[in-house]
């Protein structure tokens, strides 16, 4: 069974996101979302000071199986990009959470209204539970 943290919102894409400090939030792919890669060989991130888009695509993960998307949770401009995982992507796999989280975002509209678009942990649970 995947990990699933309570105090974090999710997306119906298997990212994740953290509120970090006012206006800011980190984002990931989920505990679920890396064990259906299998095992990650490349990150392709935005540059930091990019702007992004809700529902966007905003990278690629590279598994030994596949390349998938990697799409935006919110509208923002990106802070900060996790650059340890160029040369160790496979934190993403031991760490989804914490050593492989992806970027940094400073949310452009109400941080309320845009968390609240997203899944709660237990609505993201029965998502992957029907899956």
């Keep these: ?3 699933v ?7 119906e894409e298997h990212e994740w996101v953290e509120r970090i400090e006012d206006g800011k939030v ?12 299998g095992d990650i060989v490349f990150v392709e ?12 695509e905003v990278g690629t993960i590279e598994s030994v199986k596949t390349v998938s998307d990697l799409f935006s949770p919110v509208t ?17 796999n031991e760490s989804p959470y914490e050593k492989g989280w ?5 949310i452009s509209n109400d941080v309320e209204e845009a968390l609240g ?3 709660s942990a237990d609505e993201y649970e029965r ?3 029907e899956g």
């Design 1 to 3: 069974m995947s990990e």
């Design 5 to 11: 943290k309570q105090q974090l919102w999710y997306t």
């Design 26 to 37: 980190r984002i990931g792919i989920t505990d679920f979302a890396q064990h259906q890669l």
């Design 45 to 56: 991130l935005p540059e930091e000071g990019a702007a992004i888009e809700q529902g966007a």
């Design 76 to 92: 923002g401009t990106v802070l900060r990009v996790n650059e340890t995982l160029e040369t160790t992507p496979e934190l993403v």
């Design 102 to 106: 992806m970027i940094e975002v400073e």
């Design 117 to 119: 678009k997203l899944l």
């Design 127 to 129: 998502l992957t539970a």
